[in-house]
């Protein structure tokens, strides 16, 4: 926590708001010149005229990385934690909207059984995992099959996939019976 005397000294050294001076002392740790620094780079101070300057070597740029380090703008942080969150809100409402369009269809010798949208099954795995994908499997055993209707997964091979799995079901179901009857 900045003291008084701490923020008065930058306020007459920077010439800038108590505000402004607390502020800039708070993001960089109770450090004077850190904060003269990081008032300079918000634009708030003027950089001396006739001695001071920005050098661009290896070791001014380790020591604007730990000023940055030190002097973090909380209101730059909040902006891009917001971003964040809106662009993940935003994907997660692109594939809800996507799961939607598309479908999970259960069938039984080309009959529909059951239509579910593609959210509603990606829920179903998510908190019903050790539930869901047993009876998937043991469907297969009884001649369910499983197809995906939709613009986005009707262009791509997993119903292709799908059907390698139903085949590879009842080829092991076959082979089960006939080595029951022999």
């Given at each position: 926590m900045a003291t008084m005397e701490q923020v008065e000294k930058l306020r007459d050294?920077?010439?800038?708001?108590?505000?402004?001076?607390?502020?800039?002392l708070e993001a960089c740790g109770d450090d004077l010149l850190?904060?003269?620094?990081?008032?300079?780079?918000?634009?708030?101070?003027?950089?001396?005229?006739n001695?001071?300057?920005?050098?661009?070597?290896?070791?001014?740029?380790?020591?604007?990385?730990?000023?940055?380090?030190?002097?973090?703008?909380?209101?730059q942080q909040d902006a891009s934690f917001s971003r964040l969150l809106k662009?993940?809100?935003?994907?997660?409402?692109r594939m809800i909207a996507k799961g939607n369009q598309n479908s999970f269809e259960v069938r039984?010798?080309?009959?529909?059984?059951?239509?579910?949208?593609v959210t509603i099954l990606a829920l179903f795995l998510l908190f019903a995992f050790w539930v869901v994908v047993p009876l998937l499997i043991v469907g297969l055993f009884f001649n369910f099959n499983y197809v995906f209707?939709?613009?986005?997964?009707e262009k791509t091979g997993v119903n292709d996939v799908m059907g390698s799995a139903s085949n590879a079901a009842e080829n092991l179901r076959k082979e089960v019976?006939?080595?029951r009857n022999k």
């Open positions: 050294k920077a010439n800038v708001t108590y505000d402004e001076a607390r502020a800039a850190d904060a003269v620094i990081y008032l300079e780079r918000q634009g708030k101070v003027k950089a001396p005229q001695g001071g300057y920005y050098n661009t070597t290896s070791q001014a740029a380790e020591g604007n990385e730990q000023i940055k380090e030190n002097c973090s703008d909380d209101s662009r993940v809100f935003t994907w997660c409402g039984q010798h080309e009959r529909v059984i059951i239509t579910i949208p209707k939709g613009p986005d997964l019976i006939e080595g």
